[in-house]
């Protein structure tokens, strides 16, 4: 799975943790490689291994100065490819910098993420093309925090739309990023969701179907582009969120959440929303991606507000809502032990679907789904629609990205 990983562009920083030119360099732990990020004089961004090439110095306490990020220990200074441009410590001997490499990779800034390919070059794709980064900065935020357990069990919780009617249940009427819409009547009038999940070229579109008025359904479709990228379906003209989960290691995963608008700026009361915490975003340590509410602290769990139906696992806020029960499965649950039902058809397909990717890129050196950045151009939909028509027929439009077109939503 690892390898699948690294077929694709995945976030490995926020914009926001490399502000300037020669600020302080970031430590990230991707895919269970330690690296470390800088932004050089001239704002050119590198990640590269952590460690000194000469005996092993971890770089985070290099001093970023004149294009390039120099050791403290003995000097030596690289540049935003890794490539060694001065050992200090060592008399002129001919070309031995030159034969001094550390293993880097891309960094580049699409919207508010800085995004890394982490495979062989020659199979590098285009640059990813998802909707909340490629519209003007006023219309899309992103938050990050870190999960404590496996990105495969955090992202099953993106696909299964039909935890919001009990989980979630409390915040549909109150959060300000959720409230007021049509669609969370539906939502809270029928517990049983019926779901169909239909292939895409990057991967499945899971429709959740509830009853509407007479005749009628309400469908919630979910795309997941493989591996990691989920988009709730929205709710009224609020903003559409969703999120890309990256493996930091088998135990821990970075979530990116994301909330744009298509086709209008965010207003101030919504940006000011994501920022504290509410919708599907998480209210951090400052300084840190850590949440606040956190395993050690058991989530802040209010017993009284889980009598009172407040919230109704007794967790606040939606996105550590799901973050505490996915982790109370462990860092990777066992599914040998699980009781997979209808409404785990998406996680059952997601599964297969990344299963078959990983076993033909082995195998073949297949390209798998979703590395295509037209695999990208997809948007979350929400409508009521005649019981006889079908989710993916009916959808097949609403579901493609159309610059400056609002999401179809209910
Ligand atoms: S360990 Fe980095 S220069 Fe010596
Ligand atoms: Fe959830």
Redesign the pocket.
């Known amino acids: 799975m690892g390898d699948l990983f690294r077929q694709y562009w995945m976030p490995a920083l926020h914009a926001e943790e490399l502000p300037e030119n020669d600020c302080a360099p970031v430590r990230v732990k991707i895919l269970s490689e330690r690296l470390i990020a800088f932004r050089d004089s001239q704002g050119r961004y590198g990640l590269m291994d952590e460690?000194?090439?000469?005996?092993?110095?971890s770089?985070w306490f290099?001093r970023n100065e004149e294009s390039g990020l120099?050791?403290?220990?003995?000097?030596?200074k690289y540049d935003v490819t890794g490539q060694c441009v001065e050992?200090p410590?060592e008399p002129e001997t001919g070309n031995f910098c030159a034969n001094v490499k550390l293993r880097a990779y891309p960094l580049v800034k699409i919207g508010d993420i800085l995004w890394t390919y982490m495979g062989a070059p020659q199979t590098r794709p285009p640059l990813p093309e998802f909707e909340f980064v490629q519209v003007p900065a006023e219309q899309t935020y992103t938050s990050k925090r870190w999960q404590e357990c496996n990105w495969l069990q955090a992202l099953e919780g993106g696909i299964d739309s039909s935890h919001v009617t009990f989980l979630h249940s409390g915040q549909l009427n109150s959060d300000p990023l959720f409230k007021g819409s049509k669609g969370n009547q539906y939502n809270a009038g029928d517990l049983k969701p019926f779901f169909e999940v239909a292939d895409t070229d990057g991967g499945l579109f899971v429709g959740a179907r509830r009853n509407a008025e007479e005749g009628k359904y309400y469908w919630r479709i979910t795309p997941w582009v493989m591996p990691s990228f989920t988009m709730v379906p929205p709710r009224g003209d609020h903003p559409v969120h969703g999120h890309i989960w990256v493996p930091i290691d088998d135990e821990n995963c970075w979530v990116y959440t994301f909330d744009y608008h298509p086709a209008r700026a965010l207003t101030g009361p919504e940006r000011q929303a994501m920022m504290d915490g509410y919708g599907v975003h998480s209210e951090n340590i400052p300084g840190t991606y850590r949440p606040l509410a956190n395993k050690d602290n058991d989530y802040l769990m209010d017993r009284d507000a889980q009598r009172r139906n407040e919230h109704f696992s007794g967790i606040k806020g939606i996105a550590m809502q799901d973050a505490s029960l996915q982790e109370s499965m462990g860092p990777i649950v066992d599914r040998t032990k699980e009781r997979l039902v209808a409404t785990d058809s998406g996680i059952i397909k997601a599964r297969q679907k990344l299963r078959k990717a990983a076993i033909a890129l082995a195998e073949e050196g297949a390209t798998p789904p979703g590395v295509d950045p037209a695999h990208h151009r997809v948007r979350s939909v929400a409508i009521v629609l005649p019981k006889e028509d079908s989710f993916m027929e009916s959808t097949a439009d609403a579901a493609k990205v159309k610059p400056g077109v609002p999401q179809t939503s209910v």
């Open positions: 460690f000194c090439a000469h005996r092993g110095v770089l290099g120099r050791c403290a220990y003995h000097g030596w050992v410590s």
